[in-house]
């Protein structure tokens, strides 16, 4: 509980925006059939979307959507914990998409053990390896997926729209306009599980050797990546999930 109690902050207007992401996932349903996918990153903001879908009924017995995760094969043993949490909680089998394991292969004799901390490039290029091409495995075929992604996550991110119907597939992200407050808020309402490490100062998760602790005070994604500087600031935190450069943007 010591997240939740550190971070619950709910906006006045908390249930308005909980009615508005309903709505949003019943209009987006409607709107594009077929099938939809939940991308999870385990970490609190999903965890809260698994929950609005299961109350839209997204998980009912007629076209159920699916969740999955991308295991990129170095993620927290806290974060492989959760996803047996999840299913038991919401009754859902969370697929994993793994990286190809040749390709692995070929990554560490590009890169090496410590080489992701030597160059960005090398970094992103273990992220590509690890999580864009598994990425585009798990998307195939789907109608939407839906993410957690807020807009005050980062200035990268100050601009999503709840629904991008710019892309294939569509990408709906009903949290768009909650805080990090609304979230835990949520959590505490719904007495929902979460990764242990958010109570160990992460709030941000992704694997464990790009990812520490953050101290007070420090951004909100201090804790990704935090060996990357250019000409001694911070450099954009993403791994190119959510950046509009593969034709699958995630």
Known sequence: MLAIQ????????????VARSLSLLAEARARFEGAWTQAHSLGAEDVVVT?????????????????????????????LTLVKVLNQRFSIEIEAFHPDPQQLVALDLAVGGRG??????????????????PLKRALAGQTGWVTGLRRDQSLNRADITPLDDNQTPVKLSPLADWTFGDVWAFIETHQLPYN????????????????????????FRAGRWWWETEDGTSVAKECGLHVKTTGISS
């Not at 929950?51 to 974060?79: C, K, S, Y």
């Not at 160990?200 to 951004?219: K, M």
């Open 116 to 133: 992701i901390f030597e160059s960005k490039a090398a970094r992103l290029t273990c992220c590509d390896v690890r999580k864009l091409l």
């Open 196 to 219: 242990a490490l958010h109570d160990a100062f992460y709030p941000s998760i992704g694997c464990e050797p790009c990812t520490r602790a953050v101290s007070l005070g420090e951004d």
């Open 51 to 79: 929950q609005l879908l299961h109350m839209a009924g997204w998980f009912d017995a007629v076209n159920p959507a699916r969740v999955f995760v991308l295991n990129t094969g170095v993620l927290h043993a806290e974060t």
């Open 6 to 17: 550190r971070y619950r902050s709910p906006s006045a207007d908390l249930k308005t925006k």
